[in-house]
């Protein structure tokens, strides 16, 4: 059997390169200009290979009881790993991704095509502009993964931005982001501080070698208008390979300290990761 090949592709923003995994047959890396954006195992939906994807599966399966569909926003496609976890493990999900890369959305569907049988709607687009422009109350959950290189962006960062979540969200929606930070955790604290003036609910997910400052990697954060299930997420987080903390409540406020909001006109993008952070070999 001949063993599958890299792609490469220049796309809108960079050049993407899709490596297959030569230990599973269906499994592939996707990468933008070096920086590992997604990992796809097309024979196993349900594993998530990254780190950082494994703490927002663990989230997407608490927002609501197992199995129950739900409509699913995807701010940033990559090679569209969350979306099809979540018609996997949520069939009957309703899913809507966003991507800014017209030509890396089509090189991931041409050599990574979605199930069939899953309600996956792809949009070329900026991603703040699609979603002014998205209905009231239309989504239960909410992902924003986005990342232009390995830093988000800052018009995605914004107070301006959160209130566009925010009114998109139904009442009892859930927003979950991948950010990343290092100490002294300017950029997190602000994203914090950001949705803490929106939403009452905020919990944080980390490896505790990052919350501390020792190095720089992803967080997750989940806002939202209700309690969310934190005991339940921190089993989950705890038996992961690599083991994350959850932090919410008093430990979340504590961690935003003096922050503050971060209006339009200040958002800046997240920091550039030091020099191997997030690279591969």
Same mark, same amino acid.
């Given at each position: 059997?001949?063993?599958?090949?890299?792609?490469?592709?220049?796309?809108?923003?960079?050049?993407?390169?899709?490596?297959?995994?030569?230990?599973?047959?269906?499994?592939?890396?996707? &990468?933008?200009?070096?920086?590992?954006?997604?990992?796809?195992?097309?024979?196993?939906?349900?594993?998530?290979?990254? %780190?950082? !994807?494994?703490?927002?599966?663990?989230?997407?399966? &608490?927002?609501? %009881?197992?199995?129950?569909?739900?409509?699913?926003?995807?701010?940033?496609?990559?090679?569209?790993?969350?979306?099809?976890?979540?018609?996997? &493990?949520?069939?009957?999900?309703?899913?809507?991704?966003?991507?800014?890369?017209?030509?890396?959305?089509?090189? @991931?569907?041409?050599?990574? +095509?979605?199930?069939?049988?899953?309600?996956?709607?792809?949009?070329?687009?900026?991603?703040?502009?699609?979603?002014?422009?998205?209905?009231?109350?239309?989504? /239960?959950?909410? #992902?924003?993964?986005?990342?232009?290189?390995?830093?988000?962006?800052?018009?995605?960062?914004?107070?301006?931005?959160?209130?566009?979540?925010?009114?998109?969200?139904?009442?009892?929606?859930?927003?979950? !982001?991948?950010?990343?930070?290092?100490?002294?955790?300017?950029?997190?604290?602000?994203?914090?501080? &950001?949705?803490?003036?929106?939403?009452?609910?905020?919990?944080? #997910?980390?490896?505790?070698? @990052?919350?501390?400052?020792?190095?720089?990697?992803?967080?997750?954060?989940?806002?939202?208008?209700?309690?969310? /299930?934190?005991?339940?997420?921190?089993?989950?987080?705890?038996? /992961?390979?690599?083991?994350?903390?959850?932090?919410?409540? !008093? !430990?979340?406020?504590?961690?935003?300290?003096?922050?503050? +909001?971060?209006?339009? %006109? /200040?958002?800046?993008?997240?920091?550039?990761?030091?020099?191997?952070?997030?690279?591969?070999?």
């Amino acid at each position: 059997m001949t063993e599958p090949l890299p792609v490469m592709r220049a796309v809108d923003h960079g050049t993407a390169k899709l490596m297959p995994d030569v230990d599973h047959e269906q499994a592939w890396l996707l &990468t933008v200009d070096g920086a590992p954006q997604s990992y796809v195992d097309l024979e196993a939906p349900t594993h998530l290979e990254f %780190e950082y !994807a494994q703490r927002l599966g663990h989230a997407l399966d &608490t927002v609501a %009881e197992p199995g129950r569909p739900l409509d699913v926003l995807h701010l940033g496609g990559g090679a569209l790993t969350l979306p099809r976890y979540v018609a996997a &493990t949520r069939p009957g999900s309703r899913q809507d991704v966003v991507e800014a890369d017209r030509a890396l959305l089509e090189l @991931v569907v041409t050599h990574l +095509p979605l199930p069939g049988d899953a309600d996956i709607t792809l949009h070329a687009a900026d991603a703040r502009a699609w979603l002014e422009a998205a209905p009231d109350d239309s989504a /239960d959950v909410l #992902i924003a993964d986005v990342f232009g290189g390995s830093r988000v962006p800052a018009h995605l960062t914004s107070l301006g931005y959160a209130r566009e979540a925010e009114r998109v969200l139904r009442a009892d929606g859930v927003y979950l !982001a991948n950010l990343a930070d290092g100490a002294p955790f300017a950029f997190l604290r602000s994203q914090l501080a &950001t949705f803490a003036a929106l939403f009452e609910e905020l919990a944080l #997910i980390a490896e505790p070698a @990052v919350l501390r400052g020792r190095r720089f990697g992803n967080a997750v954060l989940l806002a939202s208008h209700h309690p969310v /299930d934190t005991a339940g997420l921190a089993r989950l987080t705890a038996s /992961d390979a690599f083991p994350a903390r959850v932090e919410h409540g !008093a !430990a979340v406020r504590d961690f935003i300290g003096g922050a503050e +909001p971060v209006r339009d %006109e /200040d958002a800046v993008p997240s920091p550039e990761p030091p020099g191997g952070a997030f690279g591969i070999g």
